[in-house]
């Protein structure tokens, strides 16, 4: 009889702890399927921003114009105007023809002599003519605001060409760096410097001669 009924009691006791498990089961997985899709949906109120997308041009020629002044090595500083046309290749890589001209003053040698003459006033008259390769360094943006940036690139610049000066032609090798900010898609501005080199014998002696150029231009795109 004891038996019996001690069988009866460990039946009913896992029989509850049963039931009891089933149900802390469905709670903890959020019920049944019927559960599921009783329950709301929520939906998350996001604010949609409207994103203008740069409109820059296909076009891959550039022309424009320079302004700027240009160290001739022992021939003082002057302000050099130019010209410049560019035909973009791919993204980084674009070609330039380029052209300029400014004026030589005397050399200190010519001021301290007072008659001695190196130059007439028709060969101190220098201009270059240049066939460059550029690269895009570093594309990127310039903030100029919090609400406003432009498209800009950082780029290296070099060629060969030719120099005009002292009644001569010389060949010429020109090695710089630039910056191109474009605030239009059809319109870009300019600020690089150039170094121009070049062999030269007016003092006696023939040497390599440093002529330095930094300009400002506008170019636009076509």
């Known amino acids: 009889m004891d038996s019996r009924v ?4 460990l039946a009913s006791t896992t029989l509850v702890m049963s039931l009891s498990g089933c149900a802390r089961f469905r709670a903890a997985t959020g019920g049944g399927a019927e559960d599921q899709a009783q329950a709301p949906i929520i939906e998350p109120e996001l604010d949609r921003r409207d994103i203008e997308i740069a409109a820059i041009d296909t076009e891959d020629f550039e022309v424009g114009f320079t302004a700027g002044v240009m160290s001739i090595e022992d021939f003082g500083v002057n302000t050099s105007l130019g ?12 070609v330039e023809l ?3 001209r400014t ?6 040698f010519e001021r301290l002599s007072g008659a001695a003459q190196l130059l007439t006033e028709d ?5 270059y003519y240049d066939l460059s390769l550029g690269y ?3 594309p990127g943006e310039i903030y ?11 780029y290296l610049i070099g060629g060969v060409g030719k120099t005009e000066f ?33 062999d030269i014998d007016l003092l006696g002696q023939e040497k390599t001669s440093h002529n330095i150029e930094a300009n400002f231009g506008m170019t636009f795109f076509f």
């Not at 004026?103 to 200190?108: D, G, I």
């Not at 474009?182 to 121009?196: L, T």
């Open 6 to 9: 001690l069988f009866l009691f």
């Open 83 to 94: 010209a410049r046309f560019a035909y973009h290749i791919t993204e980084g890589l674009f």
């Open 98 to 100: 380029a052209a300029g």
């Open 103 to 108: 004026e030589a003053e005397e050399t200190s």
């Open 123 to 127: 060969q101190r008259s220098l201009s």
């Open 136 to 138: 895009n360094l570093f």
């Open 144 to 154: 100029m605001s919090p609400g406003r940036a432009f498209n800009s690139a950082i």
């Open 166 to 198: 002292a009644g001569d032609g010389r060949f010429t090798v020109s090695l710089g760096l630039g910056i191109r900010v474009i605030p239009r898609d059809w319109f870009a501005i300019h600020a690089d410097v150039r170094d121009r080199i070049f």
